[in-house]
């Protein structure tokens, strides 16, 4: 891939979600536990201990998953979904409209309800965050207004999967992406976060991204610039996928 590409150009040229989903999401790969399962178990705990519910919830991704929603689901009325690609967003509207070839997220759902003791049936815990979902917008966290052209009030929660990490090209970007991010949440509203930590590329197919490597002393310390204070924080072993929730603070 051309070094001059701007990141944003890189992903919406090269970045293939299904083959993405076959490699890191799909319940037969090897990296399921890691990439889709524990954070589900991570993120209903973090809901839960944490009091992270409402009426909003925004999430903010790189990559057409529903597993962070599948946590959320209980905890929120309405939920707004936004990735950073055409394709990805495609892949997630096929999904929503239950259209044949839309990715598999089944074992997904049937792991919801097992986390929740949910005796609706997977089918019911699909079909109920279908319901849920009311906007798929394309976002970019780089500019002012993520989300532009579209204007929303803000929300009760921010949700960022795999994110900031896998698409800032420094620190400095990074933090300026948060800070757009934050402008989406009401003041004492809540931001969850998780992804990978000190990890520099990934591939998709032959494709090599470049990730922005971050540390826990990093993170702890862009979140608070931002104005939050950091209520639940956990380094998981392995792909040291990070999570973490914070409370937006009184302004």
Known sequence: MAADLTMKTLYELY??????????????????????RQPMKKLFQAFDSCGVKGDT???????????????ACDFF???????????????????????????????????????????????????QLRRKITNVFIHD???????????????????????????????KSYCEGLKNMSSLLRTGGHLVMYGVIECTFYMV????????????????????????????LEIVPRIEQTLYSAARSEE
């Not at 293939?16 to 037969?28: G, I, L, N």
């Not at 780089?142 to 896998?166: G, R, Y």
């Open 77 to 127: 009325k309405e939920i707004i979904v936004t990735d950073y690609t055409d394709r990805n967003v495609q892949e997630m509207e096929k999904w929503l409209k239950n259209e044949p070839g839309a990715l598999d997220w089944s074992p997904m759902a049937k792991y919801a309800c097992e986390l929740q003791d949910d005796s609706c049936g997977w089918m019911e815990k699909e079909e």
């Open 205 to 232: 197919g032959e494709h090599k991204f470049p990730t922005l490597s971050v540390d826990e002393m990093f993170m702890r310390h862009a979140v608070s610039e931002c104005g939050y204070e950091i209520k639940f």
């Open 15 to 36: 970045y293939d979600p299904r083959k993405a989903f076959k490699t890191y999401y799909a319940h037969e790969c090897e990296f399921a536990e890691d990439t889709s």
């Open 57 to 71: 919830l925004l999430g903010i991704s790189t990559v057409p998953c529903i597993h962070q929603y599948l946590a």
């Open 141 to 171: 966290v780089f500019e002012s207004n993520p989300l532009a052209p579209h204007v929303l009030p803000q929300v009760d929660c921010v949700i960022a999967n795999n994110c900031l990490e896998l698409i800032s090209i420094d620190k």
